[in-house]
């Protein structure tokens, strides 16, 4: 089965990785569906929309706070640091992120989307015209944190429920999905418009597949569904193609 998605990946000039939370779940990230995920412990109602910051911005930033404190002792695992090389290597690949972790880009993933935006960056809650900025201080100096150029409420640079993803970051994501093969890792595949990038790429000829260590929303639209952990599967995936390549390498130099 990963022979016949390695062997797509050779062949393929353009590849796309669409990553959620199970991707970052080795590094000691909690996810947010299933057993030990956020949303079993906690309503996303009344922690991830604006009205929930509406209503109680220090609540929010508490919970914010607690979270950024348990990324901030998490490392990228072998599946983010698998990606990041197929992003600097010569295979075009594109890494886009539902996750508001840093790990993809602590990996050195270089063609990155982050479609949620990131947990680390502030943003001015009363839009005054300020750009929003990196704060990696645990904890904040000020809580609930306050904009630097107005005094007023500042809020985490994350896409919450019924917030419109940005149109840039969505533009990407879209041209993205014309590629030759698309694999989605570690996501359930429920959150829209994110899971709606594996219908539209399959659609625009790619050949898809899941990485996940369950079924997922997705598994049956997917042409590959491989169940295992993105840790292991990723490396195991990187290996075959290697030897792949060294195989063809070989041939190559015997030819010449
Ligand atoms: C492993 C593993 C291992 C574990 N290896 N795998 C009805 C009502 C209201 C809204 C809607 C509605 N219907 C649709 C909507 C729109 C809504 C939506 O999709 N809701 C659905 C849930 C129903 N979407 C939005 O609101 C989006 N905006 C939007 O659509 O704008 C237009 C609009 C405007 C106004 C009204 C309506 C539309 C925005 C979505 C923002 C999502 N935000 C969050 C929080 C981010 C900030 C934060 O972190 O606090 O993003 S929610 C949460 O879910 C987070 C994630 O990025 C996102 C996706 O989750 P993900 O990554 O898939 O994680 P899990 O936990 O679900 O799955 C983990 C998977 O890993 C599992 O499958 C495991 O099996 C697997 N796994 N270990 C491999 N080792
Ligand atoms: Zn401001």
């Given amino acids: 089965m990963l022979e016949t998605l390695a062997d797509r990946l050779r062949r393929a000039r353009r590849v796309t990785v669409l990553t959620g939370a199970g ?6 990230v909690p996810t947010f569906r299933g057993a ?13 929309t ?28 072998a599946a983010h640091d698998v990606l990041a090389r197929w992003t600097r290597d010569s295979v075009d690949c594109t890494v886009i992120t539902q996750n508001v972790d840093d790990l993809h880009l602590r990996a050195g993933t270089e063609r990155l989307v982050r479609l949620h935006g990131s947990i680390w960056q502030l943003a001015c809650w009363h839009r005054c015209g300020v750009e929003s900025w990196r704060d990696e201080r645990v904890p904040l100096a000020e809580r609930p944190a ?19 993803l940005s149109p840039a970051d ?8 014309a590629c030759d093969v698309f694999i989605a890792v570690g996501t359930s595949a429920v959150v829209y418009p994110a899971a709606g990038l594996i219908q539209q790429a399959r659609t625009r000829g790619a050949f ?11 598994s049956s639209a997917v042409d590959l569904a491989v169940q295992g952990g993105a840790e292991t599967v990723l490396p195991t995936l990187a290996d075959y193609l290697d030897l792949g390549n060294r195989g063809r390498s070989t041939e190559a130099g015997r030819s010449s």
């Fill in 23 to 28: 991707v970052s779940a080795a590094s000691g």
């Fill in 36 to 48: 030990g995920g956020l949303w079993r412990s906690f309503r996303a109602e009344d922690l991830a």
């Fill in 50 to 77: 604006p009205e929930a910051f509406e209503r109680d911005p220090a609540l929010v930033w508490e919970w914010y706070e607690w979270r950024r404190a348990a990324i901030a002792a998490c490392s990228p695992n």
């Fill in 146 to 164: 306050r904009c630097p150029a107005c005094g007023g409420l500042a809020r985490p640079g994350v896409v919450w429920f019924g917030e419109s």
């Fill in 170 to 177: 969505m533009n990407a994501a879209s041209n993205a999905c």
């Fill in 208 to 218: 898809t597949a899941e990485i996940n260590v369950e079924a997922t929303a997705a």
